[in-house]
């Protein structure tokens, strides 16, 4: 299984970015996906997760409003939409895998992708 997170990078704040996890080696549909990103000494914080379908989605209160996450069942591929960044959106950001729907805890996910960094400069 291979997780293969992109689109980081460097962006002021109320930019926008979007995040690509391509996935390969599983059955993709079978999954509820979900993104997840940990800053500099804290602990791994939940973002979104998405349903099968992709049209039942979850988010964490901080990016409410701000992330849209979603799915292409045909690619196997996840998206995070990200936009008006801010400065406090800096952190590695990881795609991950779980069969168990709509758990924001990082135990339930059983595939992590490497991760991509996000900078957002004030």
């Known amino acids: 299984v291979q997780l293969q997170a992109s689109g980081g990078g460097l962006v002021q704040a109320g930019g926008s970015l979007r995040l690509a996890c391509a996935a390969s080696?599983?059955?993709?549909?079978?999954?509820?996906w979900g993104w997840f990103r940990q800053a500099p000494g804290k602990e791994r914080e939940f973002v979104a997760t998405?349903?099968?379908?992709?049209?039942?989605?979850y988010y964490g209160d901080s990016v409410e409003g701000r992330f849209t996450i979603s799915r292409d069942n045909a690619k196997s591929m996840v998206y995070l939409q990200m936009d008006s960044l801010e400065p406090e959106d800096t952190a590695v950001y990881y795609c991950?895998?779980?069969?168990?729907?709509?758990?924001?805890?990082?135990?339930?996910?059983?595939?992590w992708g490497q991760g991509t960094l996000v900078t957002v400069s004030s």
């Open positions: 991950a895998a779980s069969r168990t729907s709509f758990d924001p805890r990082p135990a339930v996910y059983t595939y």
């Open positions: 080696g599983l059955a993709f549909v079978n999954y509820v």
């Open positions: 998405v349903a099968w379908n992709g049209r039942h989605t």
